[in-house]
């Protein structure tokens, strides 16, 4: 097991914290932080995590994940070396390795006049996490736009699925087996100016109604059908409370917010009181948006 990571020629760290690769700004060290320089490098880490039975754990911009106070035993795998940061265009698609962040494709997409994605503006993540959580707004998602997905499977083989083979859900998708690649998004011409405005009323809209003055992860539960979490939350006074340095938004009452050292356990509480408060109100349990790590 000693230096079983010889051979690889990405970056290979030990005990990294996830403090630094989460939006929360909260975790543990992972055992093992691993940034392959390309798809061999990867299909290398995969043998070798096979070899010696290391779990594996997929990290994209790290928005949407609460990772434990001690930790974890995992491979952390970022695929976030230039390999893994290609954005090219044929016409109006936009072909997109899984580490470019969803911010870096509206750009681009804007500069050749192609809209599309501007309803993710402001959401902090690559595209592979995009893909992995099916992101959006409730109007509409990343799901709308994909042509399809490259992805590795666990036994080095790569596959190209098209929309067909994908199944996506509110939040969430069939690509959990999978380590995805890239993307193909079909984007539309369209009026440089426009898509560049629409932009703009997205991010003003998150401004005006989320809390993204602090640390966080987004919202922490999903919505249930035909309400909202936040909604629930608020309702059930929540707003404020706090448990060590975490506290429950007072702008956006299913955000949860990293206010001062925060730990993972103080999330895990409020989490815990917002799910029985809304539980006992409403009748209603809150599923977790989240994943906890
Ligand atoms: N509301 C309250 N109190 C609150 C928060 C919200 O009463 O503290 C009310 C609002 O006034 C509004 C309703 O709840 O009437 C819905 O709130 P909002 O428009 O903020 O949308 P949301 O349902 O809370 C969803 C997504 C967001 C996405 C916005 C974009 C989920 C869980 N959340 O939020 O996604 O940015 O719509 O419109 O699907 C995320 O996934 O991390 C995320 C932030």
């Known amino acids: 097991m000693k230096n ?28 093992f932080f691993i940034e392959p320089k390309d798809v061999a490098d990867l299909k290398l880490l995969i043998n070798l995590r096979k070899r010696y039975k290391l779990p594996l754990l997929v990290i994209g911009a790290g928005s949407n ?17 230039p390999y893994f940061k290609k954005l090219s265009f044929k016409k109006n698609i936009l072909e997109a390795s899984s580490g470019v962040s969803l911010n870096a494709a509206i750009r681009a997409a804007t500069e050749r006049g192609l809209g599309g994605l501007e309803f993710m503006a402001g959401i902090p993540a690559t595209l592979g996490g995009a893909l992995a959580m099916n992101a959006g707004i409730p109007a509409k998602s990343i799901l709308d736009l994909v042509e399809n997905v490259t ?10 699925l098209s929309k067909n083979d994908l199944c996506f859900g509110y939040r969430s998708c069939n690509l959990g087996k999978f380590i995805i690649l ?23 809209r998150r401004w005006l109604t989320q809390d993204l003055s602090l640390p966080s992860a987004g919202c ?18 929540l ?8 506290a429950i938004s007072l702008k956006h009452a299913n ?7 925060a730990r993972a356990k103080d999330v895990l509480r409020l989490i815990a009181l917002a799910k029985k408060e809304v539980k006992k109100k409403f009748g209603i349990t809150l599923k977790l948006e989240i994943k906890i790590w």
């Open 182 to 204: 890239s993307a193909r998004l079909k984007l539309k011409k369209g009026n440089k100016k426009k898509i560049s405005r629409d932009t703009k009323q997205y991010l003003k």
């Open 255 to 261: 955000f949860i917010v990293n206010r001062r050292h």
């Open 220 to 237: 922490v539960f999903k919505n249930p059908k035909g309400d909202s979490a936040g909604r629930l939350i608020d309702l059930c006074g």
């Open 65 to 81: 994940i609460l990772a434990s106070d001690k930790g974890t035993g995992a491979a952390v795998l970022h695929l976030s070396s």
């Open 239 to 246: 707003k404020g409370g706090s448990v060590g340095g975490a």
């Open 4 to 31: 079983w990571w010889q051979g690889l020629k990405g970056s290979v760290k030990l005990r990294e914290s996830l403090k630094r690769h989460t939006t929360f700004g909260i975790g543990g060290p992972a055992r």
């Open 151 to 160: 992805v590795l499977d666990y036994n080095n083989r790569v596959k190209i």
